[in-house]
């Protein structure tokens, strides 16, 4: 992981990240009890094939770092391999791991192990809650593109909706669940991205039937899903402008905003009311009017 590329961005959004391959053997791992509620949680992707997998925590003023929180405060057992993203409800935080097939749900605070969800988990991917239930998405990129739902008070499993081609980020605007099922597929030979359509569906977190499909223009890729405000945004790229779409998940419809001549845009976040994301070289920032950072 390195901590200096990712610390700038971090101190201007306060939001999560993932990041890949961690050694992270450039910071002393210190284990002691630690209140991880203010702060910032690195979530480190890990290998493959090993079980590198964990969470680094930063705090607020950025001069400490704990590296292995996970293992560091559960008897130094190993998360495992592909940790794919962090969701937060209540006093938990909900820890999903793609190779594994399960959702490790912790105590928010402490980061102390309460219990393992795997029951019709097919290569996890993004969780998402609404109401009394948390939903996530699964994709194992050969068949299988769905979203499970299950009750938040006991983990139990509630059904889950499928989809014709993928099923990634996941969020809750508006009511709905606000599912990402397209974005990017790859040329024969693994080196040129592609778009694989330009779908975003929203489903009825009650009922899961009958979800209605939103196309976005077919330009780009869509490259980020995120929520704030209780507003579902989606940022497609492409080689020449970048595009922020804000959904109405009540009408189906969206509402456009170009970023001109800013390409391959991706990392879409918000705060304080502001946009932020980075290209390749650089962070930008976007209220009403968009503002180069550096």
Do not use: H, W
């Amino acid at each position: 992981m390195n901590i200096k590329r990712i610390l700038p961005l971090a101190f201007a959004s306060m939001l999560l990240f993932n990041v890949s391959c961690s050694s992270d053997n450039d910071v002393e791992t210190i284990e002691t009890k630690v209140n991880y509620t203010n702060g910032i949680l690195v979530s480190n992707e890990g290998g493959f094939t090993k079980p590198t997998s964990d969470v680094t925590f930063i705090s607020n003023n950025l001069g400490t770092v704990y590296n292995n929180i996970y293992a560091n405060n559960n008897k130094g057992e190993a998360f495992g391999k592909v940790l794919q993203t962090i969701g937060f409800s209540g006093d938990k935080a909900y820890l999903v791991a793609n190779i594994p097939n399960k959702i490790d749900i912790v105590n928010r605070t402490t980061f102390k192990l309460q219990t393992t969800v795997t029951e019709n988990l097919d290569n996890p991917r993004y969780i998402a809650f609404s109401g009394s239930k948390y939903f996530v998405t699964n994709n194992n990129f050969s068949g299988k593109k769905k979203l499970n739902a299950y009750n938040i008070s006991d983990n139990t499993y509630v059904g889950s909706i499928e989809f014709p081609r993928l099923a990634e980020k996941v969020v809750e605007a508006e009511g709905n669940i606000i599912v990402q099922t397209d974005g990017v597929g790859y040329d024969a030979s693994f080196t040129q991205e592609l778009p694989t359509g330009y779908t975003i569906t929203v489903v009825n977190p009650s009922t899961m039937v009958n979800p209605t499909t939103i196309t976005l223009p077919a330009k780009g890729i869509i490259k980020d899903l995120i929520a704030y405000e209780g507003i579902a945004y989606v940022l497609v790229a492409d080689k020449v402008d970048s595009y922020i779409y804000e959904i109405n998940s009540k009408t189906g419809s969206y509402t456009t905003t170009t970023l001109t001549s800013i390409p391959n845009v991706q990392k879409l976040r918000a705060y304080n009311n502001e946009f932020y994301f980075i290209t390749d070289t650089k962070k930008y920032m976007r209220s009403l009017l968009l503002q180069e950072l550096q």
